[in-house]
């Protein structure tokens, strides 16, 4: 090779050199049998491998060997492998790699075969790390699941399992709990758990039902004492975390909290755990402000429904028990309530009398008087008496 040739060469390499490390995508080639001939510095920040560690190795075995769900992915079902059997080139908007230290994230890759002489001798791939936006997506649907778990649930029994299912399907985590404050034993207390069916929790699930958390105990505790949303990496390491040994045995690993309040005071705490050991996610815990306030606010009217309904009760209860008939009406006079001593004067069912208007059961020369009395109360909202005859069943006498 002429030394004008050498030098054209190795300008083209050091170009290629430059644009591959200049890439924020990260770009690796493989050989014909699939081992690593090239390796760019993003991809090494991705995937905590030098290039050199690499070079030669199977590249199947060291990133691509497992599926999102941590099952086994074969190099004959590899896509990646794929485009040198195919020579077409491939992309992918889903799929994971896996990391030196064991962690996997999300990726969107495209792959082409490398075809020289009208042969394929490898493949060059190019992918990009998608955690931030999977992450954004993830909290965004969690965020709407939330919302509209509350807009639909009529109960808080109903609501409590519903919204537990509902982070932990949309944000990837495995199990969640509701802690309540028993202000008699002044701890919290577990009341509710759902975990993903395919998940074997038992001893994690046994040790939380079974104990109560005092202020600054475990993720609970800590929560209740901060009065703020808290986050774990890995809770197996956590020497302060009571159910440390029975999340190992279950392999649960980050795990995240936040306060529920009702008129400002905490009276719960919800609690996540991942099987994956997870670095505190920023824009995740600033949501958890939004779902305190949003389950805080449904319980608080939860609350407020049931007195007004217990209140609604007795009224009516007190209201049956007195000699006097008693109805109400809505502002165009049907009735909307009348009590047993109106059926039995006017001889007739609820569904008889409900929807039914008052006027023409009322003496036809005391009618005006009273229609003027009531029209001027709906305008004024003043309370007025007023004297009048009603037609009884019985013999169709007013009295």
Not at 66 to 84: F, I, N
Not at 175 to 190: M, S
Not at 292 to 305: D, H, L, N, T
Request: with cysteine.
């Amino acid at each position: 090779m002429s030394k004008q040739a050498e030098e054209k060469l190795r300008r083209q390499s050091d170009f290629t050199d430059a644009l591959t490390n200049s890439l924020g995508d990260g770009v690796y080639a493989l050989d014909r049998e699939g081992l690593v001939t090239f390796m760019n510095p993003a991809a090494e920040r991705m995937l905590g491998w030098k290039e050199a560690e690499l070079l030669g190795k199977n590249m199947h075995d060291c990133v691509h060997f497992q599926r999102a769900d941590g099952t086994r992915l074969t190099a004959s079902g590899c896509p990646l492998l794929e485009v040198m059997e195919s020579s077409t080139t491939i992309s992918n908007e889903d799929d994971v790699f896996t990391r030196r230290d064991g962690t996997r994230f999300p990726v969107t890759y495209t792959s082409s075969p490398i075809i020289t002489d009208g042969q394929v001798v490898g493949a060059v791939l190019a992918f990009r790390d998608t955690t931030e936006r999977k992450r954004a997506e993830r909290n965004l649907s969690a965020q709407y699941a939330v919302a509209r778990t509350l807009s639909e649930a009529a109960t808080l029994d109903e609501v409590t399992p519903r919204i537990l299912q509902a982070i932990c399907e949309n944000l990837g985590w495995e199990l969640g709990a509701l802690w309540i404050l028993d202000r008699q034993a002044d701890a919290l207390r577990c009341v509710e758990i759902w975990h993903v069916p395919t998940v074997e929790v038992t001893e994690f699930k046994d040790l939380s039902r079974n104990r109560l958390f005092d202020r600054d105990m475990g993720l609970p505790g800590r929560v209740w004492q901060s009065g703020a949303p808290s986050w774990i990496t890995d809770i197996t390491t956590n020497k302060d975390f009571p159910r440390a040994a029975a999340a190992a045995k279950n392999d649960l690993h980050a795990g995240f909290g936040f306060p529920i309040r009702i008129e400002g005071e905490i009276t719960g705490v919800m609690e996540f755990y991942s099987r994956q050991v997870q670095p505190p996610d920023t824009s995740l815990l600033n949501m958890l402000e939004t779902f305190s306030s949003q389950i805080g606010q449904f319980i608080e009217r939860k609350v407020a429904e049931e007195a007004l309904r217990k209140s609604e009760e007795q009224y009516r209860l007190m209201i049956e028990a007195i000699p006097p008939q008693v109805w109400t009406a809505r502002t165009d006079g049907e009735l909307d309530y009348v009590n047993r001593r109106v059926l039995d004067y006017f001889g007739r069912t609820m569904e008889e009398m409900l929807g039914a208007g008052w006027q023409h059961v009322v003496h036809p020369d005391d009618l005006p008087s009273v229609v003027e009395r009531w029209t001027k109360a709906l305008r004024t909202g003043e309370t007025y008496q007023v004297e009048f005859r009603l037609r009884r069943a019985a013999d169709e006498s007013y009295r």
